[in-house]
């Protein structure tokens, strides 16, 4: 019997012999079609079928087009970017635990722990996002009372109890990214302050959390247009700034274990670079050239020491984050001049 067997053996009995429980909506998807991202499409689309028959059926409408509800088209667009994301970061999840692995200084026991830990979803906090759904019909009065026919009405309910419910489903998936992200970082890692590539994918899964926050502003934005109210400004403060944040709090503390590492590595090369110029000093002149190029060396690598990130990052994905904060702040001062000049 191998190590890993062995190791496996003395895992905790949920972690070998349950499987892997992932959020129900997510597994539903996975199987309904060959394809999870053509699942998500076909909610939506199925949604959309529906409410053209009925409108068809109900008003008698020969161009379903002219007939349609803004709200109705809002709704959809909404349950289509809500489910999208929600796949985006399970995926991510997935994706994560599987790049972080050269970092991590675990056997295979532990990281299989560690895996079933990070990605596992318990009954309970399945329900929970689930139930939150019945929020929906609390937007009631503001979404179907436009409608004048009782089964539109009716279908309105649905539709509303459908954007909250994957709402909720994507807010679940967002709290446990986070979580995973942060668990991610108190694991043993191989920390190397010259070559942080392989903790890179832990700031790659942060972009994909700060991703729904300005993903609803830009549709609140295309939807509603943009008007410069009190309300208006601290919601789309309060969602841009939590995706701002939810890209830097979870790395936090990965930034002060590369401080730490980056601060012994200074204080080592300095110490050499302190003993090396005092050897120069007490050198004899045929010893002088040999010194003075080790101790030119050793001011080239304290250099290099000092230069090292501390963060897990660079400047090309902290220009992706800039980009998904500023394009809905940018769609909506171009609708905000556009309305003006009308």
């Known amino acids: 019997m191998t190590d890993t067997s062995l190791e496996l053996e003395q895992l905790p009995i949920p972690a070998v012999h349950s499987a892997l429980r992932r959020p129900a909506l997510y597994t539903w998807l996975s199987r309904l079609t060959p394809s999870i991202w053509l ?6 689309v199925v949604y959309f079928c529906i409410y053209a028959v009925l409108l068809m059926s109900r008003t008698g409408a020969s161009n379903v087009l002219q007939a349609l509800d803004p709200t109705a088209v809002s709704g959809m667009s909404m ?19 599987r790049h972080i692995r050269p970092a991590l200084l675990l056997d295979e026991g532990g990281y299989t722990r560690l895996r079933w830990r990070c990605l596992n979803v318990s009954r309970r906090w399945d329900w929970t996002t689930l139930l939150m759904a019945a929020l929906g019909p609390l937007g009631y009065n503001s979404y179907a009372v436009a ?8 279908y309105y309910l649905g539709g ?5 419910l994957w709402l909720w489903q994507l807010i679940g998936a967002m709290a446990r990214s986070i979580w995973i992200n942060n668990h991610l970082q108190h694991q043993p890692l191989a920390i190397d302050i010259f070559d942080s590539d392989d903790l890179v994918p832990l700031a790659k899964f942060g972009l994909l959390i700060s991703l729904p926050g300005p993903t609803i502003v830009t549709l609140m934005t295309l939807f509603w247009g943009f008007v410069p109210t009190g309300m208006t400004l601290f919601i789309y403060g309060v969602l841009l700034g939590t995706s701002a944040l939810g890209f830097f709090l979870p790395l936090r503390g990965l930034h002060h274990r590369m401080v730490r590492a980056k601060a012994r590595e200074l204080e080592a090369v300095q110490t050499r670079v302190r003993q090396a110029y005092e050897r120069l000093n007490q050198s004899a002149p045929h010893e002088e050239a040999g010194r003075a190029q080790t101790l030119a060396y050793l001011l080239a690598a304290e250099a290099r020491v000092q230069a090292a990130a501390t963060w897990p990052f660079d400047m090309g994905i902290l220009g992706q984050l800039a980009a998904t904060l500023l394009i809905p702040l940018a769609i909506a001062c171009l609708q905000f001049w556009l309305s003006r000049l009308g």
């Not at 349950?79 to 994560?96: D, H, M, P, Q, S």
């Not at 509303?160 to 909250?164: F, G, K, N």
């Open 39 to 44: 699942s998500g499409l076909l909610v939506p």
């Open 79 to 97: 349950v289509t970017v809500e489910i999208l994301l929600f796949i985006l970061i399970e995926r991510g999840a997935e994706k994560l635990l």
């Open 147 to 154: 409608a004048s026919d009782p089964i539109l009405r009716v």
């Open 160 to 164: 509303i109890t459908l954007v909250a």
